[in-house]
């Protein structure tokens, strides 16, 4: 059994910065490919970026690149969501995921309950 927990959410102003962690227990916490994904009132929940078990790839959705940074520890398993110069329409409730390399929420076996990021316009 994997237990998957996120942390860091808050209300913040626009350009400011949030750092979301994902904690992981109970497997080998190398051996899952890593994705972040988000979902915002009635919409569908969307990609956001995801790492190799490695950690030496790491993809991101057009919306977020360049201002978002996923990395991860695996001697500490965590993960976690750097985000810079926040936007009002990156409002969500953010989700950590383990599993397989990939953008869609079928690679991804494992999930925790959501962090909620709402920043202020």
């Known amino acids: 059994q994997v237990q998957v927990v996120e942390s860091g959410g808050g209300l913040v102003q626009a350009g400011d910065s949030l750092r979301l962690s994902c904690a992981v227990s109970g497997r080998t916490f190398s051996r899952y490919a890593m994705g972040w994904f988000r979902q915002a009132p009635g919409k569908e929940r969307e990609f956001v970026a995801a790492?190799?078990?490695?950690?030496?790839?790491?993809i991101y959705s057009d919306s977020v690149k360049g201002r978002f940074t996923i990395s991860r520890d695996n001697g500490k398993n965590t993960m976690y969501l750097q985000m810079n110069s926040l936007k009002p329409e990156d409002t969500a409730v953010y989700y950590c995921?383990?599993?397989?390399?990939?953008?869609?929420?079928?690679?991804?076996?494992?999930w925790g309950q959501g962090t909620q990021v709402t920043v202020s316009s």
């Open positions: 790492i190799s078990w490695t950690g030496a790839t790491t």
């Open positions: 995921a383990a599993g397989s390399y990939g953008r869609i929420t079928d690679d991804y076996n494992y």
